[in-house]
T-cell receptor
Framework: DTAVSQTPKYLVTQMGNDKSIKCEQNLGHDTMYWYKQDSKKFLKIMFSYNNKELIINETVPNRFSPKSPDKAHLNLHINSLELGDSAVYFC???????????????FGPGTRLTVL | RKEVEQDPGPFNVPEGATVAFNCTYSNSASQSFFWYRQDCRKEPKLLMSVYSSGNEDGRFTAQLNRASQYISLLIRDSKLSDSATYLCVVITGTYKYIFGTGTRLKVLA
């Protein structure tokens, strides 16, 4: 059983389009995250949600809008896609508060987004 | 200064060698530390947590030096399958996971 799953795995689209990436975790975790990994392989946190509440928004353009319908799902919608949005987007989850001993993150397989 | 810094490598080592990586962090209030492994075109996976007293898992040993603000990873008896990028992760504040840029390791036959 996949612990953290993302769809789609690959996404190729034109500039200016709107697209969504879905993430689900079946680990019963309280906290979910979105990361962006660029061409230089730097993994940067974008958002964090705890029990459906936004906790972290790391100066991401407002074209990116996360949505958490329940604590097992965290979707990412991107409006007006730009060339610079091309990257691999990883979803992750963890059990609880960082520093509490339950803060190991588990990652989804990633979504490779290419904007043409 | 970056919040978490790693030597990007690559470290090219022969099979059986011992190799060590360091990772420095800038925020002295950081409270949790990890090493993750990322294979090419795959997601990061937890290798080991890093505890204040140091910890070992088979061929892997992790150390934390709070005074000098760095963590280290030692791999003994390197295997071909150890070839990957090793990411240092520091938690600073609530939910704020900061990843280093990773150190590439290539173990050569």
């Amino acid at each position: 059983d996949t612990a953290v799953s993302q769809t789609p795995k690959y996404l190729v689209t034109q500039m200016g389009n709107d697209k969504s990436i879905k993430c689900e975790q079946n680990l019963g975790h309280d906290t979910m995250y979105w990361y962006k990994q660029d061409s230089k392989k730097f993994l940067k946190i974008m958002f964090s949600y705890n029990n459906k509440e936004l906790i972290i928004n790391e100066t991401v353009p407002n074209r990116f809008s996360p949505k958490s319908p329940d604590k097992a799902h965290l979707n990412l919608h991107i409006n007006s896609l730009e060339l610079g949005d091309s990257a691999v987007y990883f979803c992750a989850s963890s059990q609880g508060l960082s520093g509490s001993g339950t803060d190991t993150q588990y990652f989804g397989p990633g979504t490779r987004l290419t904007v043409l | 200064r970056k919040e978490v810094e790693q030597d990007p490598g690559p470290f090219n080592v022969p099979e059986g060698a011992t190799v060590a990586f360091n990772c420095t962090y800038s925020n002295s209030a950081s409270q949790s530390f990890f090493w993750y492994r990322q294979d090419c075109r795959k997601e990061p996976k937890l290798l080991m947590s890093v505890y204040s007293s140091g910890n070992e898992d088979g061929r892997f040993t992790a150390q934390l030096n709070r005074a000098s603000q760095y963590i280290s990873l030692l791999i003994r008896d390197s295997k071909l399958s150890d070839s990957a990028t090793y990411l240092c992760v520091v938690i600073t504040g609530t939910y704020k996971y900061i990843f280093g840029t990773g150190t590439r390791l290539k173990v050569l036959a």
